[in-house]
């Protein structure tokens, strides 16, 4: 289902350049947003780099040559039809799937294949899936602290110390005792996004986070999210949520049949898209 929620009520993001690979002229500010100086593109520092990606699923051809930087500090939000590729792309960055040709690297590392190298980088990068992922038998806090403790080694009082930070940061400390089927599904969402932010991670994946969520949730998460991508965290979101692309994003990346057809600061492509098959798209989006 797609949703086009009124950001109206949330902050304004703050949006610096997004990287000097972008030539074309950029669209006017929205009202309100803060304009950078020029001279910050080039010395944004690429995190996550994607070179001619390629990947199958036997003969489908699921991503096709992808291209694609993510600066420190960057929002890049993914959208597009089902079956474009989107969820197969953030899950490359991590190793979740595999890919068949080019290469990845995150800040400056080549993708590991396999063993602790791979169990390393997985610990820099983020993952937020839109089925909450938590384990059942744990309790909130056990889940948020269980990652430090065993993949970093963090005592556990300095561990659930940062969990109850953590949890209190995205609205749920006062469930930190419960047991995840108690919480509701935004609650539940929360925690994850919180059990991610406890690996201190340089960049966080989220999977079409608020798909499984009841409308009604929906807002109580993004409004998570944009708190996280004021604050500077480099984010990957694959999502169907317009009006957080809108708000929150520094860059929108559009996606049809495995390939990255149009990609531009929100203003401009939510305004002034220049493919036909973007057109298309947001004209069937935008207009419920």
Known sequence: M?????????????????GAQMTEPEAPAPEGAVVPDVGVRDAVEPLVV?????????SLHVLQDIDLTVHRGEV?????????????????????????????????????????ALARLRADVGMVFQSFNLFAHKTVLENVTLGPIKAKGVGRREAES????????????????????????????????????????????????????????????LDVMVALAKDGMTMVVVTHEMGFAR??????????????????????????PRSERAKDFLSKILTH
């Open 2 to 18: 797609l949703h086009t929620c009124n950001p109206d009520t949330w902050p304004v993001r703050v949006k610096p350049a997004y």
């Open 50 to 58: 994607l070179d001619r990606v390629n990947k199958h699923f036997g």
């Open 76 to 116: 890049v939000v993914v959208i597009g039809p089902s079956g474009s590729g989107k969820s197969t792309l953030c899950r490359t960055i991590n190793r979740l799937e595999t890919i068949d040709g080019g290469s990845i690297t995150v800040d400056g590392v080549p993708l590991p294949a396999e063993g602790k």
């Open 162 to 221: 940062h969990a109850m930070e953590l949890l209190d940061r995205v609205g749920v400390a006062d469930q930190a005792h419960k047991m995840p089927a108690q919480l509701s599904g935004g609650q539940q969402q929360r925690v994850a996004i919180a059990r991610a932010l406890a690996m201190r991670p340089k960049v966080i994946l989220f999977d079409e986070p608020t798909s499984a969520l009841d409308p009604e949730m929906i807002n109580e998460v």
């Open 247 to 272: 708000k929150a994003a520094h860059r929108v990346i559009f996606m049809d049949g495995g390939q990255i057809v149009e990609e531009a600061d929100p203003e401009t492509f939510f305004t002034a």
